[in-house]
């Protein structure tokens, strides 16, 4: 079991091109979450690109296939340098062939200077409050949750025991097991690990919310999307991270759920579609 730096770890031949090893931790129902696959992804075209472009700024990625855990082979294709960001053509393959397709674009994000996104952030209780996802699933184990501690508001786990809200809203606190801060790279993956909205909705089969396509602006260096109650405990406690998943343009065949965090009513750090 590899913390978040070690399975995303890249050896570089050369020639844009990169080996990684996909770690079996990162799994939901045997698969891979898609939200690993991007950082994966992220992290060589960061690589690639330079330390002009530190950040990610924007990631949308194509799921062909399902990769099992072991050896990847990555390749970059750098589209283009500007002064101030970076186009990337990132692929993913193994041995069964090409399994994730992405366009990352990298640059530098100014911490001091959000977008306004006009998005309130979720209102969270205390996360020692909130229970943690175990790693016995509904009908299937989830591995991520023995690397990522994601703590749910209990108002949003009625799905849990049969009674759903319909809302399509899932909300909670999000860290590293291993200690690590989030950055910009971790919040590819942050963005894609909790539980599918669809789960608020009832439906909680494995592949009621499958990661085709991911799609993910971001908008600021910084942030927490939760804001907990006044007092004290407001106050932001390293590592963790609020994460909001709302489901959207819900229809059979079809759903698009974007997942917000931001640190306040003006600042959205990463929003994704699916």
């Known amino acids: 079991m ?28 045997g698969k891979p979450n898609g939200g690993y696959l991007l950082s994966v992804l992220g992290r060589a075209a960061l690589t690639e690109v330079g330390a002009a472009y530190p950040h990610p700024l924007v990631a949308s990625a194509h799921y062909v296939a399902s990769p099992e855990p072991g050896p990847a082979e990555l390749t970059v294709q750098v ?19 090409l399994c994730v397709e992405a366009l990352v674009t990298c640059g530098h994000l100014d911490p001091a200077e959000p977008f306004f996104d006009g998005v309130p952030p979720a209102e969270l209780p205390l996360e020692d409050d909130c229970p943690r996802l175990p790693v016995e699933g509904p009908g299937f184990e989830v591995p991520l949750m023995a690397v990522l501690a994601e703590r749910l508001d209990p108002a949003t786990m009625g799905w849990a025991v049969g009674k759903p809200s319909g809302r399509g809203e899932l909300r909670g606190w999000l860290r590293f097991d291993d200690g690590r801060e989030p950055d910009t790279l971790a919040l590819l993956t942050a963005v894609d690990a909790l539980p ?15 990661g085709a396509v991911l799609s993910r602006p971001r908008r600021a260096r910084t942030g927490c999307a939760g804001r907990a109650p006044a007092g004290p405990a407001r106050r932001r406690r390293p590592g963790r991270r609020g994460v909001r ?6 229809a ?3 759903h698009r759920p974007p997942a917000r965090r931001g640190a306040s009513p003006v600042r959205a750090a990463r929003r994704s579609f699916q």
């Open 245 to 250: 998943r709302l489901g959207l343009d819900r």
């Open 196 to 210: 599918p909205a669809t789960f608020d909705l009832g439906v909680t089969r494995v592949g009621a919310d499958p």
């Open 2 to 29: 590899a913390g978040f730096d070690a399975a995303t770890a890249l050896e570089a031949p050369g020639d844009g091109r990169y080996a990684g090893r996909l770690d079996p931790a990162w799994q939901i129902a």
């Open 79 to 97: 589209l283009r340098l500007g002064r101030r960001t970076a186009q990337t053509r990132v692929s993913l393959a193994t041995a069964a062939g």
């Open 252 to 254: 059979p065949g079809r």
